[in-house]
């Protein structure tokens, strides 16, 4: 979904590249007031590890192959705001490095995908989030945050080509039906990845609250009533607020740069 130049017009890539700066600016604002210091080097961590996961194609049983975006997975465990940063942060090295996406399109890219697909994840993680508890809601709501991210940034993609060019220069409506259909099934990979990568954390996390605690959440206090293991009282912003899954983020870090099948980690709030 990497736009190059000369797919877009220079006035939609200047009005996108003006909506991306406006929307990093709060971003990096949010980031920098909200997050505690230890966030700052797991930033760099998520976007290191999304790089390399966007690296890796999936194909779909089409001519056509799938990569994951990540702004979901970067927003669930970074919050939003440092999700977008993250995401925004990936697609200027690839840009830069491999060419990955044109210089004048970099704006409509991180608009897209680092912008409308992670706040458009974040919004529907949240949404369902909030009706269904517990782990199985967090990986459920994560899936289908992931799978409504990819749609989103085909449907932005959609919307910036339809007003780059005249309506009798291309079929725009195959262009929209061949977007919808393969990004569709992208997004499945998106959701199985996220699934996937959200249970090994939340497994690691409920082990290290039992070691930890003797099967005691880890912020019981004398004269609460006891929890189960497993039972989330309470749902922090971000996976840098559960307390034992830091530990899984940096075995997860080392194990994508010396695997090239690695995929990126996320990490929910409960």
């Known amino acids: 979904m990497h736009i190059p130049d000369g ?5 939609v890539c200047l009005g996108t590249g003006l909506l991306a700066a406006g929307t990093l600016t709060v971003a990096f604002r949010k980031v920098r007031h909200s997050l505690a210091s230890r966030t700052v080097p797991l930033t760099g961590m998520v976007a290191a590890l999304v790089f ?11 001519p056509v192959s799938g990569h994951l975006l990540g702004g979901t997975l970067a927003a669930v465990l ?21 060419s990955d996406g044109g210089w004048l399109s970099y704006g409509a890219n991180v608009f897209n995908m680092g912008i409308v697909g992670t706040l458009g994840g974040w919004a529907i993680f949240q949404a369902i989030r909030c009706r269904i508890p517990g782990p199985r809601g967090i990986l459920l709501a994560a899936m289908a945050g992931a799978w409504g991210s990819v749609m989103a940034a085909a449907a932005a993609f959609g919307v910036e080509f339809v007003l780059s060019h005249p309506a009798d220069q291309f079929n725009l409506r195959l262009i929209w039906v061949l977007m919808a259909s393969f990004h569709s099934l992208i997004g499945v990979g998106e959701a199985l990845i996220t699934g996937l990568v959200l249970s090994v954390v939340l497994a690691h996390r409920h082990r290290a609250q039992v070691r930890a605690t003797g099967g005691l959440p880890l912020d019981h206090r004398p ?24 530990s899984p983020l940096g075995m997860g870090a080392s194990a994508l740069l010396v695997s090239p099948g690695g995929h990126e980690f996320p990490g929910p709030p409960r």
């Open 78 to 98: 970074l919050g939003p705001w440092g999700g977008c940063v993250a995401i925004s942060l990936v697609l200027f090295v690839q840009m830069a490095l491999f």
């Open 52 to 62: 390399a996961g966007q690296m890796v194609n999936f194909p779909i049983g089409l």
């Open 7 to 11: 797919f877009l017009s220079p006035a």
């Open 223 to 246: 004269g609460q009533p006891i929890h189960r293991a497993g039972k989330y009282r309470s749902r922090p912003r971000n996976l840098v607020e559960m307390p034992g899954a830091i």
